[in-house]
């Protein structure tokens, strides 16, 4: 894919959703990164019903903290894999008390120190939080960026390299959210809704599907 068409795409997107951002609720930095550990796995919707109840009795890394794992999983129970992100949050949550003052740290090493965040949960805390130009691939940016041809790639870690290489920096602060939403709503898994896509004419993929016959 050429650099034109690329700058096009995003300008469409942009055009579409001046302002894009995670589906996941939160209002302090502390609030996303426990929303983004809890969401591996897992749906934005699911995540927002378990934190809608735990953030207004804990908030805080000492909070949570002193629920304890035993305390912080009838919270989370309706998530999966919640037994696993319990011990994680609670141990990240000491962390941060130990050897952050309680603070989210800003740099991509301390985050991914944290117990259960990877380089994707850190790229979206920087991004999101911290307003760093990261581009966190989970599986819709890498279909995406896979079917238009903006950053093909055989796995998450080249298709950031190439994210990170190709995407016009006017576009970089919001191009994961842009990519992740046109993915999770436009361009679906199992049939991508080409006959509904703002960038179907930009778009290189070559199995485009067709406009369903009524009824169908
Ligand atoms: S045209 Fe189809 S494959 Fe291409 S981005 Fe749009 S929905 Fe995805």
Redesign the pocket.
């Known amino acids: 894919m050429n650099a034109d068409k690329r700058r096009e795409i995003f300008t469409r997107l942009r055009a579409a959703n001046e302002k894009p951002t995670t589906e996941l609720e939160y209002t302090t930095p502390f609030e996303l990164l426990i929303a983004v550990l809890l969401s591996a796995q897992a749906t934005d919707v699911g995540v927002n019903k378990a934190t809608r109840k735990l953030y207004p009795v804990a908030n805080t890394p000492a909070k949570i903290f002193a629920l304890g794992v035993e305390g912080l999983m009838p919270y989370i129970q309706t998530i999966g894999l919640y037994k696993t992100k319990a011990k994680n949050v609670i141990a990240t949550c000491q962390i941060l008390l130990e050897q952050h003052g309680g603070e989210v740290p800003r740099t991509r090493e301390a985050l991914e120190a944290l117990p259960g965040v990877g380089r994707k949960t850190a790229n979206v805390v920087l991004n999101t939080a911290f307003g760093e130009p990261t581009i966190a691939v989970d599986t819709h940016i890498f279909r995406?960026s896979n079917?238009?041809g903006i950053a093909p790639g055989k796995n998450v870690d080249i298709v950031e390299q190439k994210l990170l290489k190709f995407v016009p920096a006017e576009f970089k602060l919001d191009a994961h959210h842009w990519l992740i939403l046109?993915g999770r709503y436009?361009?679906i898994a199992r049939k991508?809704?080409?006959w509904n896509?703002i960038?179907?004419d930009l778009?290189e993929?070559k199995a485009?599907?067709p406009l369903p016959a009524k009824g169908v």
């Open positions: 995406v079917r238009t046109h436009t361009c991508p809704q080409c896509c960038i179907a778009c993929y485009k599907t």
